[in-house]
């Protein structure tokens, strides 16, 4: 089975570096950015200015190479990758749920970005409370952690070429 | 850049065909499952037991080829396909988030499964509403339709290849 996936687009954001992103989209504080819908692709947004909100699927393309015990952002504890949303993953694929603000024919306004400028976009499924909200008791070692100012640090980030800093 | 994604495990569930399977974790009553997790991955799963649900991201391996106007399940009108979960997409990734039931060793027993039996898993992240919910006002297309049975029919399913149904 032929399993590769392709970009669908561009997702411009303010955050050109792992520090001081959002680490989630609740984090976000509003902040803008667009998704820049390739051409070919544009024909699947129909009717999309309806949602309030819309799932960004995305490659974190910046991520570090996968560990599989980490220290997530929010705790100075190691746990599971898997128990974590942290970007350095096998598969590096992430899922934000961002503010539709407009659409202008390929260009989607959005809100409450939590990933680095440039990211390929993978897929947009629409937001739906009805699909995506439960209510849970046991959120595991995220229950015991408060007070995280919710921005990245560079823990996940790919090391910089160094040929490339020394261009 | 390559961007090619393995599979991290099998996803087992009751659903061998689009026909008859849940839509959506929601529409699922419970439905049983079980995540098989490969055995270099499981370290990753340290702690996940304390997390309620899950996040499951999974290739949709028996998705028909991606159609930019699709008419969903849950409705008789055409849509975007980005404004559908439709599992026929350009970059065919599911994401549902099931109840964890119980964890031994490299197999996770969940409930609320939504996909086909067999299907490659692609990642796992823990299900936090603090992440996760939103309220949102307007659902687009979504708002407009009920009284769905909540099950799928074969519309997105590839189809058989002959050859092998002669066999």
Redesign the interface.
């Known amino acids: ?1 032929i ?6 687009g561009i997702i411009n954001t303010p955050f050109t570096e792992s520090t001081g992103t959002p680490i ?3 984090m976000a504080h509003g902040a803008l950015g667009t998704v820049e819908v390739f051409d070919e ?1 544009v ?13 960004l ?1 995305f ?1 974190c ?1 910046q991520a570090a190479s996968p560990k ?2 980490v220290k997530p952002y929010m705790d100075t504890r ?8 942290a970007p350095a ?3 590096p ?1 992430g ?1 934000s ?1 961002v503010r539709l603000l407009e659409v202008k024919e390929n260009i989607l306004k959005v809100a409450d970005v939590d990933m680095l400028d440039g990211t ?1 976009l ?22 015991t952690v408060n007070n995280h100012s919710g921005l990245a640090d560079n823990r996940f980030e790919q090391t910089r070429n160094i040929k490339e800093d020394n261009k």
């Open positions: 089975m399993m590769d996936v392709k970009p669908l989630q989209p609740r692709y024909p699947g947004l129909k009717d999309i200015e309806g949602f309030e909100r819309i799932w699927l490659w393309h599989l015990h190691e746990h599971g990758l898997f128990t974590t949303r993953r096998p598969n694929i899922i749920s390929p993978l897929d947009i499924k629409p937001y739906a409370p009805k699909f995506d909200c439960f209510e849970v008791q046991r959120c595991g070692w995220l229950d």
